[in-house]
């Protein structure tokens, strides 16, 4: 009964914890005129990201099997393999989600007169999943 309890402390301490990361962060030339006289905009992209090291370890919790947890842990190595290089957060579902942002610019600001444009990536993270986040603000200047 004991050990059960401890399983359920676990998970709960696990799923009720989140944090937000930030990534990186970019930010443009300012124009005073713009920011006085244009028109704030801001547009957020997002994707849904997974840890499979924080799936598999998650999984091992419900398992008493030795071998079972082993083949986890081998799924999970040989996955790992693949992943080659720096990036930033969880692995997502759609790769080329923030694609649109350039459009999205463009429909908020069709004069293309844009200045203080700040770029923000950032995770906020549960366990296991997390919200992978794409943030673009700026003023936009009517076109003359």
């Known amino acids: 009964m004991k050990k059960n309890n401890l399983v359920l402390l676990s998970l709960a301490v696990l799923f009720l914890n ?3 990361f930030l990534h990186q962060f970019q930010m443009s030339s300012i124009d005073s005129e713009a920011v006085m006289t244009g028109k704030k905009f801001e547009i957020i992209v997002s994707e849904t990201g997974v840890n499979l090291q924080e ?11 030795q071998q079972t947890r082993k083949e986890m842990q081998q ?7 693949f992943q080659m290089g ?13 694609d ?3 459009r999205a610019i463009q429909l908020e ?3 293309r007169k844009i200045s203080g444009l700040t770029s923000i990536r950032e995770t906020a993270k549960y366990p296991v999943v997390s919200g992978e986040i794409v943030r673009i603000t700026g003023y936009c200047q009517k076109g003359s």
């Open 86 to 98: 720096p990036r930033t957060g969880n692995m997502v579902f759609n790769e080329k989600y923030a």
């Open 18 to 20: 989140g944090c937000a």
């Open 75 to 81: 799924i999970n190595d040989i996955i790992s393999m």
């Open 55 to 65: 799936a598999a370890d998650t999984a091992k919790l419900f398992t008493q099997s």
């Open 109 to 111: 600001c069709p004069s």
């Open 100 to 102: 649109s942002i350039m």
